[in-house]
């Protein structure tokens, strides 16, 4: 009888012991595997190239596109095909029917990218809200100000899905707009152009960012967007 207490009461003492420890270890690796996600924060490059393909209007259409992600994420989308930073930007130094052929060569296997949307330049002080800017002194018959730009977008990278949402005001005038201490050259984005990472699939799930972008459609229908920011991951778990 003396032999089973005593057994009976050193089992109750480890399990007074192991169970906590073990509840500790459990707590413990799963703080760590949110510390692991936050550690993965950094600042990423997302250079692409977008085709659209507008509506009669060209207020709306829907975008293919190519991507390569550098920094906190390495990633790729659509087979872009250069190589340095100076083949990328190659197409936007050259005009006409060369800059266009060229910038089609950016993309081996352009991916469906998502839609967007185009609202005209409203008239100057039509939204006493906000100060819009517009070309100073332009009549009725004068192309003024900069269209706005919406888009949700999707990056399918090798890795999993990168939900995107960009926004920008682009200059679809002929003349520069003067905007604060910029010019805006015609058929480029202003200084305020952002975009945001929403979330994603596989190694992106739980996925958020934000930062900047710019925009250069002189080789419109092909679209030249450099983007920088950071990303970061939320949730218990990711790959």
């Not at 604060?180 to 050259?185: A, E, H, R």
């Not at 799930?205 to 972008?213: A, D, I, N, P």
Request: aromatic share 10%; glycine share 12%; hydrophobic share 40%.
């Amino acid at each position: 009888m003396r032999k089973k207490a005593l057994s009976a009461g050193l089992a109750a003492v480890a399990a007074a012991v192991l169970v906590p420890l073990m509840l500790f270890q459990v707590t413990t690796a799963s703080a760590a595997g949110k510390t692991r996600l936050h550690d993965q924060a950094g600042t990423v490059t997302i250079q692409s190239w977008v085709y659209a393909v507008p509506s009669e209007n060209v207020l709306s259409g829907t975008l293919w596109g190519c991507a390569k992600i550098s920094g906190a994420i390495v990633d790729e989308s659509g087979g872009p095909t250069w190589t340095s930073d100076a083949r990328y930007a190659a197409p936007t130094q050259m005009t006409g029917t060369a800059a266009m052929s060229a910038a089609s060569r950016e993309c081996a296997n352009k991916e469906p990218v998502g839609g967007f949307v185009h609202v005209p330049p409203p008239e100057p002080g039509q939204y006493p809200f906000a100060e819009y800017t517009a070309t100073p002194n332009a009549t009725a018959e004068t192309e003024t100000g900069l269209t706005s730009l919406y888009s949700d977008q999707t990056i399918a990278g090798q890795k999993g899905d990168i939900y995107l949402t960009i926004a920008s005001t682009y200059n679809f005038t002929t003349n520069p707009i003067q905007v604060g201490n910029v010019k805006v050259q015609p058929m480029t984005t202003a200084p305020g152009a952002t975009w945001v990472i929403t979330g994603g699939t596989g190694a992106y799930t739980g996925l958020q960012g934000s930062g900047t972008w710019f925009g250069n459609a002189t080789t419109f229908p092909w679209i030249y967007r450099p983007g920088t920011g950071k990303v970061w991951w939320t949730g218990d778990s990711a790959s």
